[in-house]
């Protein structure tokens, strides 16, 4: 078997090195994977591209693996953001997985008025990232990080990046949809951010519309799910600004 298996390393990695496995790993490439001493894979640690590996030893407590050539550089996503709202735990584990699959750079969990979920698990989050990687064929796993209430994300944001807010109320907005706002999706760097299930409240929205980096836009005359919106609006992005073409 071959480098169809792919798996994160912690890095650096390099040509010729001999690189322990943990326990976790071990399992996975003997017990799951069914590799044996001697079959190869490719092994990635986010930073410093993509090599080709040979499995010395394998088993249910560890091994070690031989680093041989590089097979791909590092391919770093370009510098746009998700924030959203946490919703129930298998929907924001698709959040999490679409987002690393569609190429974002950091992913950015927060509570607002009506967020169902005011606490994460963000090393189980960062994980699903970190297997979302490896099964698309990334070399670059985004940071996941602890959850922040809105308004203090808004307080502390970069001057230097774009806020791409998805409100679901702007289509039914006449005023707005003549205001001229046609190119809602900036370049990088920037960052979408996604509500609850229930909206953004009235006095979120209004603080939100008034920040000096924000871009509001609609995804369409339909209310979507929060996760149909987030994959939604990462594929518009990237489509219109991203590293698709």
């Known amino acids: ?37 001697g ?8 930073a410093s591209g993509a090599f080709r590996a040979t499995i010395a030893s394998a088993s249910k407590r560890g091994g070690t693996l031989e680093i041989g050539k590089q097979t791909a550089p590092q391919r770093n996503p370009p510098d746009i953001w998700l924030c959203f709202a946490p919703i129930k735990k298998a ?12 190429g974002a750079a950091r992913i950015c969990p927060v509570t607002t008025q009506y967020t169902n979920s005011e606490r994460i698990r963000q090393d189980r989050l960062q994980a699903h990232a970190l297997e979302a990687a490896e099964q698309c064929g990334g070399t670059f796993v985004p940071p996941v990080d602890d959850i ?3 308004r203090k994300m808004l307080a502390d944001w970069p001057a ?34 996604i509500g609850p299930e229930g909206g953004f409240s009235p006095e979120e929205r209004g603080v939100l519309r ?11 005359p339909r209310i979507l799910r ?10 518009l992005w990237q489509q219109a600004q991203g590293d698709w073409s």
């Open 160 to 193: 230097d990046r774009a806020l791409i807010f998805c409100d679901e109320t702007l289509s039914e907005d006449p005023d707005w949809a003549q205001g001229g706002h046609t190119s809602p999706f900036p370049p990088a760097p920037a960052a979408i951010l």
């Open 226 to 235: 929060a996760d149909t919106a987030a994959a939604a609006a990462l594929t």
């Open 1 to 37: 078997m071959g480098s169809k298996v792919r798996l994160h390393i912690t890095g650096p990695l390099g040509a010729g090195q001999c690189v322990e496995l943990s326990k976790d790993q071990g399992h996975y490439l003997s017990g799951v994977m069914r590799l044996a001493p």
């Open 91 to 102: 929907r924001t584990d698709f959040i999490v997985e679409k987002a690393t699959e569609l």
């Open 39 to 46: 079959d190869t894979l490719t092994v990635f640690d986010g």
């Open 148 to 150: 922040l209430p809105l």
């Open 210 to 220: 008034a920040h000096p980096n924000a871009h509001p836009v609609s995804l369409g």
